[in-house]
Every structure is written in C-alpha cells, then in structure tokens.
C-alpha cells in the first residue's frame, strides 16, 4: 500500500490522463452544478455579472444581423447559452456532463426556448461550415494537450462557414505566479466537494516546461479504492496562441484581457481571443 502511494504520489508524465471521469462523476458532477448555478462563485463559470458583460460584448462584435447561428463548447448548464438565445441567435451548445445537459435541456423545455443541447465530448465534433460564430468560455482552451488543441482548433475551423468567428480564452502565465510546487492532505469525513464518504485526499501542483501546470488531486476511500484526478492548465503569452491560431488556418482579428472585451495589459491573467476564419 505504501509503495502504491508513493507511486501515486510522483510527478506524472506530461497530460497524464485521471483514472476516473470528472465531468461525470455522480458525486462531484452535483458540486459543479452547483457552482456553475451560484451567481457570484467561479469554481465552475464565471460570476453572472461577468457573464452579463461578456453576453452584452459578444453580442456587440458579433452582431447577430451577420452571425446568426452560433455554436457553445462546453456549455454547461446553458449559462452563456440561454442568454445568448434570448439575444436572437440560434444556438446549439455542447457538454461533457451529463448532469449539466439535462439541467440545461429541463430548463429550455420549461421555459419554452428552442435550444439544441448535446451531450458529448466536443473534442469528437463533426460539422461542416453550420455556424457563423463558436464559443469557448473559462479557459477550456488551456486545460488541453497540445495534440489536444490542434486538433480542437481543426474541428472549429471546419465547423464555421466563411468569415466565422472562433471566441476563446486562456490563461497566461501570470495565473500561476508565485505558485511552486507542492504537496498537502487532508482527512475528510465526507461530504465534501470530492466524495460522499470518509476519505483521504493527497493534492499536489506541479510545474512543467512551457508554462504547463497541473492540479492532482489522489483521493483514497475508506474500502482502499484510489481515485486520481488531473486538471492540467497552460500559460499562453500572445505570441504562443497567435501561433497556434494561425497554424490552423485563421486569421487574428484582435486580443483582449477577458471576455468582456477589456483591453490588454502586461498582468493579465487571461487572455481572450476572436479569431475569424
């Protein structure tokens, strides 16, 4: 048991994948909910008020006379989805967490909104050129590998017509800084965000080159049943992703510091790109 946990407890390979489903968990998919619903936290989506500002801004640069139909990765519960409907566009959004969809689905049948929730892992897309405008809100971008990316960008390429616009953002590396390695536990006696039962969870953060962090999370129940779960995150300077987007084929239209449309400056900790293709 001591030797498994050592292993557990070393510096994993770069994108080393968890051994159980986050979105998905039956435990912690409810926490998320939860999160994503709250309208001041932002363990899960931005604050409302934020995501007030950022529909008002989106709405603005992409004016619906011209993108009309307009495609949301990673949903959630219809956060930003739902307002952007009652804006005017047709919107299809896309979650891995079935959780969220149904939440999102229930919400759109009872209010009478004809949204086109799906549930799936949009890194398996597969449209050819049906909307003028795709979203990809809270950083989701940097979470990926790189293999990950390019070929997420690929799929967004293919998926807007001409003249589309891809909206994304990502952290720089002024997110991490000041934060080194290291290691904590903690003994629960359950019901917390991670897991109902009693439990003992080990959290780790480690840094990697190329301003890619990860978040490691190795719980063990009380039966001895480890669960290891590992949120990766990337640092993007304006460089970096200008890069990447145009390896893809788009075209850079501008940069800000979120999705509000706040311009750039030297601490910033995201950064917000509207690239069209």
Not at 9 to 23: D, G, Q
Not at 112 to 127: E, G, P, R, V
Request: overall charge negative; hydrophobic content about 35%; charged content about 25%.
């Amino acid at each position: 048991m001591i030797k498994d946990l050592i292993k557990y407890l070393e510096k994993p390979t770069l994108y080393a994948k968890s051994t159980c489903e986050f979105w998905n968990d039956e435990h912690i998919s409810k926490g998320m909910l939860e999160a994503h619903l709250h309208p001041t936290w932002e363990a899960a989506s931005r604050s409302h008020d934020f995501i007030d500002k950022s529909v008002d801004w989106i709405a603005e640069i992409i004016p619906l006379s011209t993108y009309k139909n307009f495609l949301d990765l990673g949903c959630g519960p219809g956060l930003y989805t739902e307002r952007l409907y009652k804006r005017g566009y047709n919107i299809t959004g896309i979650d891995f967490s079935k959780r969220s969809i149904q939440y999102a689905n229930q919400k759109a049948v009872q209010n009478n909104q004809d949204i086109n929730y799906i549930y799936t892992d949009y890194l398996k897309m597969d449209f050819h050129e049906e909307f003028e405008a795709v979203l990809l809100i809270y950083c989701d971008f940097a979470v990926l590998s790189d293999v990950q990316r390019e070929s997420l960008l690929q799929k967004v390429y293919n998926s807007l017509k001409p003249g589309g616009v891809f909206i994304f953002d990502v952290f720089t590396a002024k997110e991490f800084e000041g934060k080194t390695e290291n290691h904590t536990w903690h003994i629960s006696e359950g019901n917390d965000f991670w897991m109902r039962e009693k439990h003992i969870r080990f959290e780790s953060h480690f840094v990697y080159e190329g301003d890619v962090r990860l978040d490691q999370n190795v719980l063990i129940d009380k039966e001895g049943q480890v669960s290891i779960f590992r949120n990766w995150f990337k640092g993007f300077t304006k460089e970096t992703i200008i890069a990447e987007v145009e390896r893809s084929g788009f075209q850079m239209c501008d940069i800000y510091a979120d999705a509000t449309g706040k311009s750039c400056f030297k601490d910033s900790s995201t950064l917000c790109i509207v690239a069209k293709k």
